[in-house]
C-alpha cells in the first residue's frame, strides 16, 4: 500500500522533492484492529523479491492476559514466523520470491476474551535524502543537518508510537482496577448494611418480654 499522494503534486524545491520520493519509496502499514475472542484475521502484502521488511505487533487496550498468536507466510505457504500467546514481538526478513505474503493474528483459544491489536508491517529501507550521500563525495552543511534531522525524526516517531501504547495499556489497567475496586467497594458497603441489620434484629431479640402462660389443672 503507498502513501497517499505519491506521484501526484509537484513538488516545491528541491528537499520537497526528496521527501516525496523518500515517502513513496518506503511503505508502512500500521494499523489498530479489534479482534475478537474465537476469531482470526489476516492481511495481505505485494512485495517483491529481495525486500527486507519488518513485522511488530503488541496488545494494547483490552485482551485478558494481552496475548494473540502470530504466523507470517509467504506465497507459496512457507511458514516464516509463528509465535504462540505472544503479547509483543518483531521479526525481520527477505523476501525470498516475488509475490503476496500473508500475516495473521489469532485469538481462536480464547473463548470470551477479544483482543486490541496494534501491528507496524514496515517494507523495504528508507534511501538515502540526497543521492550524494552514499558517493565519496561529501555532503553541504544543509544536506548533513537534513539527514540528521530526518534520523532524529524517526526515532522521535518511534518513541511516540511506544509510548502511546503504553500509556492506552496503563490507562486500560487502571480503569479496570478502578472498576474491580469500585465493586468491591459496593458489595462491602451491601455486607455491612445486611450485618448492622441483623446485629439490631440480635439485640432487640434479648430485651424483648416473653410472656408465658400457665394452664391449672382442675381435680
Given amino acids: 500500500m503507498l502513501p497517499r499522494g505519491c506521484g501526484a503534486a509537484a513538488p516545491r524545491g528541491r528537499l520537497a522533492l526528496l521527501l516525496l520520493l523518500l515517502a513513496c519509496a518506503a511503505r ?20 517483491a523479491q529481495g525486500t527486507k521488511c519488518t513485522l511488530e505487533f503488541q496488545v494494547v487496550i483490552t ?11 509467504d506465497p507459496d ?8 500467546k505472544k503479547q509483543y514481538d518483531s521479526f525481520t526478513f527477505t523476501a525470498s520470491r516475488n509475490g503476496t ?6 485469538n481462536e483459544f480464547s473463548t470470551f476474551t ?11 529501507e528508507d534511501p538515502p535524502l540526497f543521492p550524494s550521500e552514499n558517493r565519496v ?3 553541504t552543511q544543509m544536506e548533513s543537518a537534513c539527514v540528521s534531522i530526518h534520523e532524529a525524526l524517526k526515532s522521535v516517531i518511534d518513541y511516540q508510537t511506544h509510548f ?3 500509556e492506552a495499556q496503563g490507562r486500560s489497567r487502571a480503569e479496570d482496577l478502578n472498576t474491580r475496586v469500585a465493586y468491591w467497594s459496593i458489595g462491602e458497603a451491601i455486607i455491612l448494611l445486611v450485618v448492622s441489620i441483623g446485629q439490631v434484629f440480635l439485640l432487640k431479640s434479648f430485651f424483648s418480654d416473653k410472656r408465658t402462660t400457665t394452664t391449672r389443672v382442675g381435680s
Avoid at 477479544?114 to 523495504?124: C, L, R, S
Fill in 28 to 47: 508502512a502499514s500500521e494499523i489498530t484492529f479489534e479482534l475478537p475472542d474465537n476469531a482470526k484475521q489476516c492481511f495481505y502484502e505485494e512485495i
Fill in 63 to 73: 485482551g485478558g492476559h494481552y496475548d494473540v498468536d502470530c504466523r507470517l507466510e
Fill in 77 to 84: 505457504g512457507i511458514v516464516l514466523y509463528k509465535e504462540m
Fill in 101 to 106: 505474503y500473508k500475516f495473521c493474528f489469532s
Fill in 114 to 124: 477479544h483482543k486490541t491489536v496494534y501491528f507496524d508491517f514496515q517494507v523495504g
Fill in 137 to 139: 563525495t561529501a555532503l
Fill in 164 to 166: 502511546r501504547l503504553r
